[in-house]
């Protein structure tokens, strides 16, 4: 059996007891006094372990950005048989996550701390691997980055929203509504072929996601540019500038 490191203890302690407080009672109960107590300590095991408040909510969003991604890693399929419902459910999660912990969601996308930075980004490269999914399938209608954009904004969008609103108006089919309009616009009805029809834009970003970081045919110089090209094909579908 392992030794429980006693040093993390009581940081711990401090910011499950800061959670609960968040959660009940808005940030403004989350005092370093209340804390404390909570905790069963002294405040000024808080001043020395984070400084100060703003320390202590900068930990209260890194711990919530790992019990997210600790539920969308176990959502998370590296070979889904359907990516478009893949991203559907991926989005549903988020929203869900953030309707049903709004103190905590907000304090996650207002932390600037190098935790929570670490840990959001943690969560990008988990959105990118579904869009470069897509792009892979030939499933993109837009470039990968302005793809997850759209799916971030859009889910961000769509807590903000749903908590601005009165609860006697909120309807739960504005978030189906706002799911499929982001679905729509990030992905094509059908999966594209490299077919004239389609023109290049769509063959390119099949064949820039599919591409290998490491692929020993081609000189670091050569997949550089090849990915330059490739990116300016899939933004326009327009040619290669000299």
């Not at 389609?198 to 996601?209: D, F, K, S, V």
């Amino acid at each position: 059996m392992a030794t429980r490191n006693t040093t993390d203890s009581p940081r711990r302690r401090i910011v499950e007891a800061a959670v609960e407080l968040l959660e009940s009672g808005g940030a403004d109960a989350v005092s370093t006094r209340a804390v404390a107590a909570a905790a069963g300590m002294q405040p000024p095991a808080i001043y020395r372990l984070f400084g100060d408040k703003e320390g202590l909510l900068e930990a209260v969003a890194e711990h919530g950005y790992a019990q997210f991604l600790q539920s969308k890693r176990a959502l998370l399929d590296p070979e889904p048989q359907d990516a478009v419902e893949d991203l559907r459910r991926s989005w549903d999660m988020v929203v869900e996550f953030g309707i049903s912990r709004p103190e905590l969601f907000a304090v996650m996308v207002g932390a600037t701390g190098r935790g929570a930075e670490t840990a959001h980004r943690a969560g990008l490269e988990i959105l990118h691997g579904r869009v470069r999914r897509l792009a892979a399938g030939g499933w993109l209608r837009v470039d990968e980055e302005l793809a997850a954009q759209i799916i971030q904004a859009t889910g961000q969008g769509a807590v903000i929203t749903w908590h601005s609103t009165p609860a006697e108006r909120r309807n739960p089919a504005l978030l189906t509504v706002l799911r499929e309009a982001m679905v729509a616009a990030v992905t094509r009805a059908e999966p594209a072929v490299p077919a004239a029809e389609t023109g290049p834009a769509a063959a390119a970003r099949a064949l820039r996601a599919a591409l290998p970081d490491d692929a020993d045919v081609l000189s670091d110089a050569e997949q550089l540019l090849l990915r330059e090209w490739l990116t300016r094909l899939a933004a326009d579908g327009g040619p290669p500038h000299a």
